[in-house]
């Protein structure tokens, strides 16, 4: 399937069909291949693409998007839910993408301990099909161990208030606010976040108390509301191991029961569940009291 | 050398704790250095903490002094410096090497007097590697994964850990807990010494780097490189690999609107960010390729340049496991390091 890959690369980069190919590139360890971009046929020599190819690559197409002509990317079923996405925010235009959806036999990663496991986002996996795309490359192989994504969010909504501000007490007091998160995140493409900026008072370098974290989690989790697709990004970036997802499906859980279900990124058209509120039908902010 | 039983560790941390506040390895989801009590979960198997120990002697931010009205006036108070001594425990041999980077920063002149107090009050209990990584490559900085710098070094080994104090700071702390030490002979610490450094003789990155093309003689043909037009393209400028970095030491100093009062603090910084060196004209760094630049030519050039041509980075490979875009220095140094002509 690589071999397809970089065959089928090199024909588009040399008909002069796409200007350069945004990839996955060998790394020096079997489980560290780099997003990267090739631009000659050569590079293309050291295309790679295998169970640790997991970063989503559709994120830099917002810069793809800026230089001239067409970028080939490569996606993987639920990173092209990204890619709708982006399109439907503007932020990448369609047709300067050549889009080969590549199958996913699901996406692996090294822990400290140098064991291999299969990434929390293909236990649950549900994006199983390419939503958009040019051409297909490979198949697919189906992951999901459990059939509920929303299963650990109910373990958490089952706790009392005080439980379960201790539990995120616990995951948040972790962050170091590397960012890495929010910048892997295809949903947080601001030009200049709110945390950066130090305009407004808003720009975050320090900690107030050591719960602090919470801040810049709950706004970025609101923020991506009814955009974040799911895509596991920002818990398999975290270096402090922070079950973010847990957050956003949170998000998701609860957009699905208040206004239907919705999956982000399904197509690059239906606007989102909070940007087409409708006051007559639409659940009433009050219903956090009934809720609790 | 002297030896206490791992099973006696608990017992030990408890009596280094009654006579100064206690840091290490603990398991909260992941590993990092913590304060001890009882029911800690202490781990001194993880070779890598996610953090490095810089934090105890740079923390990630700290108030420097408050200014508040009083009348018409506006009163300052810096403030205090660290005084009660404290014991990090467990701190691998890179990371020890990294603080000794910090002190050549942070204690040539102007000396920072809050870093030079918490040095002064820390003393670093080092311990070997007994398992070192894949990702490790400390050899090339002249570490001795080994036989680590510290105040006391300990081995960890068979079913033991071994003691030796090396400075007057390390002696200080070996009387405070004499009674649970009992004398040991060298050999099992000789022959795990041994094995270590067989074993890091064999890791990849140990051997082959073209770090001797890193001189400031090539400055300007390093910052010129063409490879940098490629090395950037996929960072994220997160700031991931200079928040766990051990010998990142940049910082930004900023002011807190705290109601009552302004708290001046200073807190890491990070090149890879928009704002870093932000000034009333702009940013003398307007793009990623040159804020990725700056990270490597000041470890591996400037740096040296200023230090007796040594690099500040020591190999200790947290850049390599945890950079989501799995860019690293190690790839930096290959690539520049290709068409090495020296
Ligand atoms: S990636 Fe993890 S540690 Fe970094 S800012 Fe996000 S939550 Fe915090
Ligand atoms: S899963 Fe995380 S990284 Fe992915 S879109 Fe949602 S918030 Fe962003
Ligand atoms: S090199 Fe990696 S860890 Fe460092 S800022 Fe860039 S993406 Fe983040
Ligand atoms: S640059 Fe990377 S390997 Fe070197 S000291 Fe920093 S984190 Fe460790």
């Known amino acids: ?292 | 050398m002297l030896k206490i039983a791992k099973n006696n560790l608990p017992a030990l941390f408890a009596v280094i704790a009654k006579s100064a506040d206690l840091y290490l390895p603990i398991r909260k989801g992941t590993v990092n250095y913590a304060p001890w009590s009882e029911d800690a979960d202490v781990d001194l198997d993880t070779l890598k903490t996610v953090k490095s120990p810089k934090d105890f002697f740079l923390p990630q931010s700290e108030t420097l002094y408050t200014a508040a009205l009083a009348g018409k006036k506006i009163q300052l108070e810096a403030e205090p410096f660290a005084d009660t001594p404290f014991v990090v425990f467990g701190v691998k041999g890179c990371d020890v090497k990294g603080i000794e980077i910090l002190d050549k920063v942070y204690l040539s002149d102007p000396v920072d007097k809050f870093y030079e107090a918490r040095r002064k009050h820390g003393t670093i209990v080092s311990m070997a590697c007994a398992e070192p990584q894949a990702t490790c490559f400390c050899k090339p900085f002249s570490i001795d994964a080994a036989n680590p710098a510290g105040d006391v070094v300990a081995w960890m080994a068979d079913g033991n850990l071994y003691w030796e104090a090396k400075t007057e700071k390390g002696k200080k702390l070996t009387e405070i807990v004499s009674s649970m030490l009992e004398s040991a002979a060298d050999d099992i610490v000789t022959a795990q010494q041994k094995d270590i450094r067989q074993k890091i003789d064999a890791l990849p990155y140990n051997s082959g780097l073209p770090l001797d093309r890193f001189k400031a003689e090539r400055l300007i043909e390093l910052f010129d490189a063409p490879q940098w037009d490629s090395l950037y393209q996929t960072c994220l400028a997160c700031g991931t690999c200079t928040f766990i970095c051990p010998t990142c030491q940049c910082y930004d100093i900023k002011d807190f609107d705290a109601g009552e009062c302004v708290k001046r603090y200073r807190c890491w910084d990070s090149c890879m960010y928009s704002d870093f060196t932000l000034m009333a004209h702009g940013n003398p760094r307007k793009t990623q390729k040159e804020r990725f630049r700056q990270r490597f030519m000041h470890k591996l050039v400037y740096y040296p340049d200023k230090n007796d041509g040594e690099y500040s980075c020591v190999g200790c490979g947290r850049c390599v496991n945890k950079c989501p875009a799995s860019l690293n220095i190690v790839k930096v140094i290959k690539s520049l390091g290709v068409n090495a002509d020296v």
């Open chain 1, 1 to 292: 399937m690589q071999e397809r890959m970089r065959i089928r690369a090199k024909e588009l980069l040399t008909s002069g069909a796409v200007q350069r190919v945004l990839g996955w590139k060998k790394g020096d360890f079997p489980y560290n291949p780099e997003p990267a971009f090739f631009t000659a046929e050569h590079e293309l020599d050291d295309l790679v693409y295998d169970r640790f190819c997991a970063a989503n690559l559709s994120g830099y197409m917002v810069e793809a998007n800026k230089q001239d002509g067409k970028t080939l990317v490569f996606l993987k079923p639920c990173d092209t839910y990204s890619f709708n996405q982006l399109t439907k925010e503007n932020r990448v235009s369609r047709d300067k993408a050549w889009i080969i959806g590549v199958g996913c036999e699901g996406n692996a990663e090294v822990d400290e301990m140098q064991e291999i496991g299969l990434l929390e986002r293909c236990k649950v996996c549900t994006k199983t099909e390419h939503k958009v795309f040019d051409e297909l490359i490979g198949e697919d192989i189906q992951t999901r161990e459990k059939e509920d994504r929303f299963e650990q969010v109910s373990d958490v909504e089952k706790m009392s208030p005080d439980e379960r501000f201790g539990f995120w007490q616990n995951q948040l007091s972790r962050c170091i606010r590397c960012n890495a998160c929010r910048n892997v995140c295809p949903a947080c493409n601001c030009k200049k976040c709110v945390f950066d900026s130090g305009k407004y008072d808003t720009e975050q370098k320090a900690n107030v108390t050591s719960f602090e974290e919470q801040m810049f989690h709950i706004i970025r989790a609101y923020h991506v509301a009814g955009r974040c697709t799911d895509c596991g990004e920002c818990s398999r970036v975290c270096p402090q191991a922070i079950d973010l997802h847990l957050l956003n499906r949170k998000m998701i859980k609860d957009i699905n029961e208040l206004y239907g279900e919705f999956q982000a990124g399904d197509d690059a058209e239906t606007p989102g569940p909070l940007t087409d509120y409708d006051a007559d039908t639409d659940a009433d902010p009050s219903v956090v009291y009934e809720r609790g």
